[in-house]
């Protein structure tokens, strides 16, 4: 029915992205019921009507409709993956990371894409660190690093580091300082940036060929002083493109190197030394973010200066995700002032973060390939990740009883039974068995909504009927037929109960990127028994609350990880 097409497109529209549009909802819905096209004010009429009431839903009320509908696959894995000029058992693709921080979702993204690609048509996807800034970068980055990549199942054919061809990149800008594509420039910083805005060469460009080449030695040899010289590019002072305005190619650091120690003391720029090392690699198709475009030029001027292979620059669009930080500008500060608890704080996007919250490597491949090489900047909410992630978790999960802000309940007259409640509804897991006895917990929001008369099922037990409301709740057994009303989960009332908490993450950072208070939750209360025979990292459903990850199994602390 063409109404409910409708919702469901709505209900999913709204989870992505916050807030459903009716020109997102319609192109869905004409997929799947051509003809509604015969009738488009109609049917636009009733999709915004519908939109309305499902942008008046809480998320909570999104997430309890939205799981009674299924959704068509899509094949995502090749989705836009298509390279120009790409040849089987040709391509060559390279990840090139800066090992200054943890990785996070952003780069699952761009890793994803570049191996996505190369395994595509048959080729080879290479590791490059790019390790040639020494005061942000270490050796724990590098191994968090190629821990994610591996977690996320992603293997490497060659694995470098930019920091080892140093020597190597000396003598590329030697040969463009000699050739004059190059110059070594004394200015101070405020006057580089001044003449760059203003479009004013100064005179370091302008002085001769030996000049040059005395005050590069000065650079290597430590007679230069930090922040006294920096090689620039000869560009053009003019260019509307202020990447070509004379871009500074390398620089003076003292900081010793996690990799070369004091070795070296001038440090190439991401400018200068990815082309070069992409073309000396062999890389057929350097894949990078949108945000590098008005690099492009810089990068091919290198190349044609110093005469190398010219590769393919294919850019794609940057992933963010609203309410969390997806940028280690914004990660690295929230770590250094405890507003988190580390790298794998589960609020965060990093990689480490996601993997211990419960977030599989198939939903997050599943997720980031969805948006392909497409230069559309996307920024969805974390609902669509979680979204995918609950098709891979949902027909595998054991199911458990857990009960948050415990309020008692006494059943008169209830019959002492063993219960036999399935792991899984559907798949063959097995069973647990609990004894009752007629006094229970049951949640504090349950609880909140119960009147004295009302009726209820304890979830695959019985009946009960409310005869009393106070601190706790007394209630009568009121037989085993199933009957319509509320199901709620419950835990027996026995000594030696099991506590637990639920550490809930929501959104961390506001829209100016600003920590937001509270954002992280804590549920405390009782769960069945049964829960201490898990296996630390196993993620479960509790039943009407959600899917959460065992984190410590001796402190019995679960981290929520989606609805």
Known sequence: ??????????????????????????????????????????????????????????????????????????????????????????????????????????????????????RKYGGKFLLRFDDTNPEAESQEYVEAIKEALLWLGIDWDKESYSSDRIQELYGYAERMIGSGSAYVCNCKPDEIKHNRSSGKGCVCRDLGKEEQLARWKGMLGGSTGKGESVVRFRGDMASDNTAMRDPTLLRIIETPHYRQGTKYRVWPSYDFGAPI??????????????????????????????????????????????????SKRLLKPLIQKKVVSGWDDPRLPTISALRRRGITKEAIKNFVLGFGLGKTESNPTVEALLVENKKILDPVSERYFFVSSPVKLAVNSAPKTKAKLKKHPEKDLGFREIETNGEFFISGKDASNLEVGSSFR????????????????????????????????????????????????????????????????????????ECANLPEGQVIQFERYGFCKLDSKKEMRFIYTNP
């Open 1 to 118: 029915m063409i109404t409910e097409s409708i919702r469901k497109h709505a209900l999913r529209n709204a989870l992505d992205h916050g807030k459903a549009d009716p020109k997102a909802v319609v192109g869905r819905v004409i997929a799947e019921f051509p003809e509604a096209k015969k009738d488009m004010k109609g049917t636009m009429g009733e999709i915004v009507k519908i939109v309305g009431e499902v942008n008046a839903l809480s998320k909570e009320e999104l997430e309890a409709e939205i799981s009674k509908y299924s959704f068509a696959e899509k094949k995502k894995e090749e989705r836009g993956l298509e390279l120009e000029g790409a040849e089987m058992g040709e391509v060559v693709t390279r990840f090139p990371p800066e090992p200054s921080g943890y990785p996070h979702i952003g780069h699952a993204k761009a890793a994803y894409l570049d191996w996505s690609a190369a």
């Open 277 to 326: 090392l992409d073309s000396l690699e062999g890389v057929t198709h350097a894949m990078r973010t949108k945000e590098y475009e008005l690099r492009d030029e810089l990068y091919f001027a290198i190349i044609e200066a110093l005469g190398l292979r010219r590769p393919r620059l294919v850019e794609f669009s940057r992933l963010s995700i609203r309410g969390m930080p997806v």
């Open 458 to 529: 304890l979830k695959d037990l019985y009946n009960v009927r409310i005869t009393w409301k106070g601190p706790e709740l007394e209630g009568v057994f009121d037989g085993t037929e199933v009957k319509p009303g509320p199901k709620i989960q419950w835990v027996v009332a026995e000594p030696g109960m099991l506590e637990a908490s639920v550490l809930v993450p929501g959104e961390l950072v506001d829209g100016e990127g600003n920590p937001i208070e509270n954002s992280l939750r804590i549920d405390k209360g009782y769960c069945e028994r």
